[in-house]
């Protein structure tokens, strides 16, 4: 299986500043054959489902807001929150979709400081 | 706007069948693999398997011999059932759908989830 990792666990940022999370997995998941990094973001607040942010880990999902990005290759993956808003208080989740079974990382809290 | 909502029991007892169905609403359920995905409660996330409309499956092999999936075309529906139950299969279970063709997908959209129990 690829594991999936993320850090940190948790982190408090202040309105309107920058948030990133990291990705890691344990084997690359760039497909050589059409260059694409199989790897999706979600964000998931309590109670409910998590919600598609990113796929192809830089498209940003239709609606969801352009402060949020996505980047790296490979193993190593980073999800940017550009200007912290307070409805971005979540959880936030990477998925690798290269090989089965599919994998989720462990996820990282963001809050508001 | 597609949507799917999960239904069954919320208490199964332990080494008895989890059974629990998905009905997609506003698309058709061809053309797309279907998936379960469950999270214990306060833990992260853990994919079940998928079904393509033809029924073809893949199951995560930690869960395989106790995973069967299926597929009701005519109704919108596909199911789970998970056997031998335990403790440790209590979470909330959601089910999700794939990008067109392609099993290799993100998860987009998914139901809203459903808490399933495992007590006696």
């Known amino acids: 299986d690829i594991v999936m990792t993320q850090s940190p666990d948790s982190l408090a940022v202040s309105l309107g500043e920058r948030a990133t999370v990291n990705c890691k997995s344990s084997?690359?998941?760039?497909?050589?054959?059409?260059?694409?990094?199989?790897l999706a973001w979600y964000q998931q607040k309590p109670g409910q489902p998590p919600k598609l942010l990113i796929y192809?880990?830089?498209t940003r999902e239709s609606g969801v807001p352009d402060r949020f990005s996505g980047s790296g290759s490979g193993t190593d993956f980073t999800l940017t929150i550009s200007s912290l808003q307070a409805e971005d208080v979540a959880v936030y989740f990477c998925?690798?979709?290269?090989?089965?079974?599919?994998?989720f990382g462990p996820g990282t809290k963001v809050d508001i400081k | 706007q597609v949507q799917l909502q999960e239904s069954g029991p919320g208490l199964v007892k332990p080494s008895e069948t989890l059974s629990l169905t998905c009905t997609v609403s506003g698309g058709s359920i061809s053309s797309y693999f279907w998936y379960w995905i469950r999270q214990p409660p306060g833990k992260g996330l853990e994919w079940i398997g998928y079904?393509?409309?033809?029924?073809?499956?893949s199951y995560n092999p930690s869960l395989k011999s106790r995973v069967t999936m299926s597929v009701d075309t005519s109704k919108n529906q596909f199911s789970l059932k998970l056997s031998s139950v335990t403790a440790a299969d209590t979470a909330v279970y959601y089910c999700?759908?794939?990008?067109?063709?392609?099993?290799?997908?993100?998860?987009?959209?998914w139901g809203q989830g459903t808490l399933v129990t495992v007590s006696s």
């Open positions: 999700a759908r794939s990008m067109p063709e392609d099993f290799y997908s993100w998860f987009d959209p």
């Open positions: 192809w880990a830089s």
């Open positions: 998925q690798q979709y290269y090989g089965l079974p599919f994998t």
């Open positions: 084997q690359s998941v760039l497909y050589s054959s059409n260059n694409k990094n199989y």
């Open positions: 079904i393509y409309d033809s029924g073809s499956t």
